[in-house]
């Protein structure tokens, strides 16, 4: 069975999430189970309805040079709830 999320909100840290492979250890970590790719972690979040996702220090998550995953990690989360990243910084 699958932890509860307070308020159905997965909250994620900018600096530990650089890259895909960060994400799922992550987000692996806060579920206290095992993403390895990204149809596990489809397969995971789906479980969760209405599941609101934010990503907190921001400005660390979208430096220009991570900026090919950050689209990549922005869409596949966007695509299982409703997304949210704090701290962007001003471009």
């Known amino acids: 069975m699958l932890p509860a999320l307070p308020n159905n909100r997965l909250i994620l840290n900018g600096h530990k999430i650089l890259n895909q492979d960060q994400l799922f250890a992550s987000i692996s970590k806060r579920l206290k189970t ?30 220009e040079e991570n900026e ?7 869409l596949l989360l966007s695509e299982l709830g409703t997304l949210k990243i704090s701290g962007r910084k001003k471009r």
């Open 34 to 63: 095992t993403v390895l790719n990204r149809q596990e972690l489809r397969k995971l979040l789906s479980s969760y309805q209405g599941l609101h996702i934010a990503i907190w220090h921001g400005d660390s998550f979208l430096e």
């Open 68 to 74: 090919a995953t950050q689209k990549e990690i922005v």
